[in-house]
């Protein structure tokens, strides 16, 4: 049995597009770990959140933990550096809008794009410097980095975010699909 641990810190934010792919991905893993798709792959899914998250889009199969730690926008910080480390303990974790701790070894971590160095006018003075700041970091502390595109990878590559072994989103997918062995995924 495999232990993957999904970052619910976006389901406290409000909505974006980001966080649409996240909630996304996380059924269509629940679909595939599930029973009900030739015979399951030994995967168990859980959600942990900063503070009480909505599961109403989630299959009654992935375990939802509201971490008990602190919440905000600037508590969400030490949150996802130091709490949900503690949690996710050496289980993987798995990041999908962006950011994730720093400290984690086993995390896989989806960087959606380089918008923040492409168009930096877009973002505000806070947000651009921690981004700029955190992707870096993260790109070299992950296990895994994921992202949707050729072109977000090779950018993402560009800026120094991460190397260009970067694993593409149309990889994994396929590779969980497609793949003999799903869970060498995680």
């Known amino acids: 049995?495999?232990?993957?641990?999904?970052?619910?810190?976006?389901?406290?934010?409000?909505a974006t597009g980001v966080h649409r792919v996240a909630k996304e991905l996380i059924v269509a893993c629940a679909r595939i770990a599930s029973?009900?798709?030739e015979g399951g792959n030994g995967w168990r899914l859980t959600v942990v959140a900063p503070t009480s998250p909505q599961k109403t889009f989630l299959p009654p199969d992935v375990d939802v933990v509201?971490?008990?730690?602190?919440?905000?926008i600037l508590k969400d910080i030490p949150w996802e550096h130091l709490n949900l480390p503690a949690l996710a303990r050496d289980n993987v974790l798995v990041n999908l809008c962006n950011l994730g701790p720093?400290?984690?070894?086993?995390?896989?971590?989806?960087?959606?794009?380089?918008?923040v160095y492409?168009?930096?006018?877009?973002?505000?003075?806070?947000?651009?410097?921690?981004y700029r700041f955190l992707l870096p970091i993260?790109?070299?502390?992950?296990?895994?980095?994921v992202t949707i595109s050729e072109f977000s990878k090779l950018?993402?590559?560009?800026?120094?975010?991460?190397?260009?072994?970067?694993?593409?989103?149309?990889?994994?997918?396929?590779?969980?699909?497609?793949?003999?062995?799903?869970?060498t995924m995680f």
């Open 138 to 145: 993260i790109g070299r502390t992950s296990k895994k980095i």
């Open 1 to 14: 049995m495999i232990d993957v641990v999904f970052n619910g810190k976006f389901l406290r934010a409000p």
């Open 155 to 183: 950018e993402l590559s560009r800026f120094g975010v991460a190397r260009k072994e970067i694993l593409s989103l149309f990889t994994m997918a396929a590779t969980m699909f497609l793949g003999s062995s799903r869970a």
């Open 102 to 115: 720093v400290g984690h070894k086993n995390s896989i971590t989806m960087i959606h794009d380089a918008q």
């Open 66 to 72: 509201r971490s008990g730690g602190l919440s905000g």
């Open 118 to 130: 492409l168009v930096p006018t877009s973002y505000g003075t806070l947000f651009r410097i921690w």
């Open 35 to 37: 029973d009900d798709v």
